[in-house]
């Protein structure tokens, strides 16, 4: 009786150790909070700016400039900066998502 309690402990205790081993990396960031692989938050300055300033600045990053109505494909690219921008021409968030 005792060996059959020894034994459930060591197959529970190995069960949490796999889903443990098995847990992918993403969850773990994610938990975290969000990253900032595409390094919005150096840019942050540029919110509430007019969107004119963007065509003299070059990124190093893909980017992606969302107006109202645009479309947006709703893949996660953690290295893209997303720059949205309202109907007045004005930057309103710098994030990478």
């Known amino acids: 009786m005792v060996w059959m309690l020894k034994m459930k ?4 205790m ?4 796999l889903v ?3 847990t992918p990396v993403w969850a773990c960031e994610a938990a975290t909070g969000p990253s ?11 919110i509430g700016d007019d969107a004119s300033v963007l ?9 992606r400039f969302l107006r109202p109505g645009d ?5 996660f690219l953690p290295n893209r900066l997303n720059i949205r ?3 007045n ?9």
């Open 20 to 22: 443990f081993l098995a």
């Open 36 to 46: 900032d692989a595409c390094g919005a938050s150096e840019l942050q300055y540029l």
């Open 89 to 97: 021409e004005k930057i309103i968030e710098v994030a990478c998502d």
């Open 55 to 63: 065509e003299a600045m070059k990124f190093s990053q893909p980017v």
């Open 14 to 17: 190995l069960h949490f150790g």
């Open 85 to 87: 921008i309202d109907a």
């Open 71 to 75: 479309f947006a494909t709703m893949d």
């Open 9 to 12: 402990s060591l197959v529970i």
